[in-house]
């Protein structure tokens, strides 16, 4: 039984997205996702809603206005090329307006007491859009419009990014800003390159950049460790009122394009960590990378599972490596910053 509400904010728009064939961010990861969360039988705790198309000023305290106006160009024109891995269709621009304007939504489902937990359930993801930059099958950062408009609205956030890949946009969105925390765990050598240990921030922002840099095959002990070692006393420093969490399940031990270790259920016990050091109905989920679809469709269900009590849990946790030498490299990091009392 579960013991929670759950909405879920995605749209058709969503599944139109199409960036070509045999390309891994395909549409049918949002089916498999939405399985995941019917697998759960929630009934009556289980909501949909349709993401609205996010406010252009909503955008523009994240990217600047012309990317949106080139966004709509390129589209307009039949869609094509970004980047090598980064490709549009005609009904792109509309997708990434959803997929911005979910978490949006998704806030306002847990500030009116509709849900405990909630689900920005969208594609395209969002994590490598930078200010300027589309790059990684991301158009808009969808996670750094919602913590600035909560940050607008004078509340502190912290973004955990667990998705395999360095969230280098939303990192480089708030190198600077003291209100938004942001933890990155993520595979290190890899994509997109950025998201070493000694990066920390600057100028007022300085410390609030934490990131957990894990080798290939890192699995559930490692990511137990960083979070009891790390993630959690930086998350209870910070105080924030808000968790977004960029949940990408492409460390998976199953995806097709990454080298991590983890199951299910370490997606599971890493979100449900998180999710207890913050205040209720005050977490929001955001679906970023994730490309095989069973394990896709089973870390969906485990996290949001965890997180009300629902007690599916498809897969066991997974052990492997502590990660020592990782985790004193950034407590070397950030030694010398001086945080707030």
Same mark, same amino acid.
């Given at each position: 039984m579960s013991s929670g509400r759950v909405v879920v904010v995605t749209h058709a728009d969503c599944v139109a997205h199409d960036p070509g064939r045999h390309h891994p961010e395909r549409p049918a990861r949002l089916g498999a996702a939405m399985r995941g969360l019917d697998d759960l039988e929630l009934g009556d705790d289980l909501r949909v809603v349709d993401a609205p198309l996010v406010d252009t000023a909503d955008v523009v305290r994240v990217h600047p206005e012309q990317l949106l106006r080139d966004l709509d160009l390129l589209c307009?024109?039949?869609g094509g090329a970004i980047d090598p891995d980064t490709h549009v269709s005609p009904e792109s621009a509309a997708a990434a307006r959803r997929a911005a304007g979910a978490g949006l939504a998704a806030i306002d489902e847990l500030r009116a007491d509709r849900a405990d937990v909630a689900w920005a359930m969208v594609r395209p993801p969002g994590h490598h859009a930078t200010t300027r930059t589309q790059m990684g099958f991301c158009l808009l950062n969808n996670v750094a419009v919602a913590a600035r408009s909560l940050v607008a609205a004078g509340e502190r956030v912290a973004i955990v990014d667990i998705d395999a890949h360095h969230g280098n946009g939303?990192?480089?969105?708030?190198?600077?800003? $003291?209100?938004?925390l942001y933890v990155s765990l993520h595979q290190w050598?890899?994509? $997109?390159?950025?998201?070493e240990a000694a990066d920390v921030g600057a100028d007022r922002g300085r410390g609030t950049t934490l990131n957990? $840099?894990? $080798?290939a095959g890192a699995a559930g002990r490692a990511y137990r460790q960083a979070l009891d070692e790390v993630v959690i006393p930086a998350l209870e420093r910070h105080r924030a009122d808000w968790l977004l969490v960029s949940a990408g399940f492409d460390g998976h031990r199953a995806d097709p394009i990454t080298d991590l270790g983890l199951s299910a259920a370490d997606y599971a016990d890493i979100t449900r960590r998180l999710a207890a050091a913050m205040p209720a109905r005050r977490t929001v989920l955001f679906l970023e990378g994730g490309y095989d679809l069973d394990a896709l469709r089973a870390s969906t269900a485990s996290v949001t599972s965890a997180l009300v009590g629902a007690g599916h849990r498809p897969e066991r946790a997974t052990d492997g490596d502590a990660v020592d030498d990782v985790l004193d490299g950034v407590r070397a990091a950030h030694r010398d910053i001086e945080y707030p009392s």
């Open positions: 307009e024109r039949g939303t990192e480089e969105i708030f190198w600077r800003d $003291p209100d938004v050598p890899w994509y $997109p390159y950025t998201g957990v $840099p894990m $080798p």
